[in-house]
């Protein structure tokens, strides 16, 4: 399965920095605001296991069994697309079973201004709006998603349709989380998506006035056989 992702990426960061205002995050906790969009920091730190960013070599094995949502939403694209058995609606190996082997390549069909890794630091909005968002790419960016799958009904259309596109999932606990931020189809309805205001804090609440999403289109996509036909009529 082949899909061309194109992200808006001076609007997704925009939105970062605004909802980082909204929950009072200044400094290197500013970063916090969009590694619950996505899951983890943009070094690989996954936010269910730290509040900052660590700048080392990015886990893989952990889960949400002692995170409710209090620091890695319930709506965090990867929660959403491999909740690693907190997904609730099935035995944690028939979960399992829907997960893909899949990689993303970066594209870029317009020349950046500076690579990501030369972008200036910003503390405040108006200093990421003076000094950072116009160096960064409206459209043309983004990823060449690929997966293999061994049935795409129960594996890449189901975690699109049943997980990313359920508000309703996680169905533990019971309610509407939203959307995946980043991957979701549809409109996300008001007070559905939630972040939590403190890391692994519940009593200082949630903020579900910030919607996330619509900031990644498809430009194009197909399934192939792997091997091909050709080559499986040759045998």
């Not at 886990?59 to 690693?84: A, E, M, Q, S, V």
């Amino acid at each position: 399965m082949f899909r061309k992702l194109e992200q808006a990426v001076r609007a997704f960061k925009t939105r970062e920095q605004a909802i980082a205002d909204r929950l009072g995050l200044a400094g290197p906790e500013r970063e916090r605001a969009g590694a619950m969009i996505v899951g983890r920091f943009e070094d690989g730190t996954p936010v269910t296991l730290s509040r900052t960013a660590r700048s080392a070599a990015p886990p893989n094995n952990f889960n949400y069994t002692n995170d409710p949502g209090t620091r890695c939403p319930l709506h965090g694209h990867i929660r959403k697309t491999n909740p690693r058995g907190s997904g609730g609606a099935e035995p944690e190996m028939a979960e399992r079973a829907h997960l893909m082997v899949r990689r993303g390549i970066p594209f870029e069909d317009v020349k950046r201004a500076v690579l990501p890794s030369e972008l200036p630091d910003a503390d405040t909005m108006a200093a990421f709006l003076e000094k950072v968002a116009p160096l960064l790419p409206e459209r043309g960016v983004g990823l060449l998603f690929m997966a293999y799958n061994h049935s795409i009904g129960e594996q890449f259309r189901f975690t699109q349709q049943i997980w990313a596109n359920n508000t309703n999932f996680p169905t533990k606990p019971v309610g509407a989380h939203g959307l995946d931020p980043v991957i979701g189809q549809g409109a996300n309805r008001p007070g559905e998506q939630k972040l939590p205001k403190a890391w692994d804090d519940a009593t200082a609440g949630t903020l579900d006035t910030e919607p996330f999403g619509g900031f990644v289109a498809m430009k194009g996509g197909e399934y192939f056989f792997s091997p091909s036909l050709t080559f499986l009529l040759n045998l």
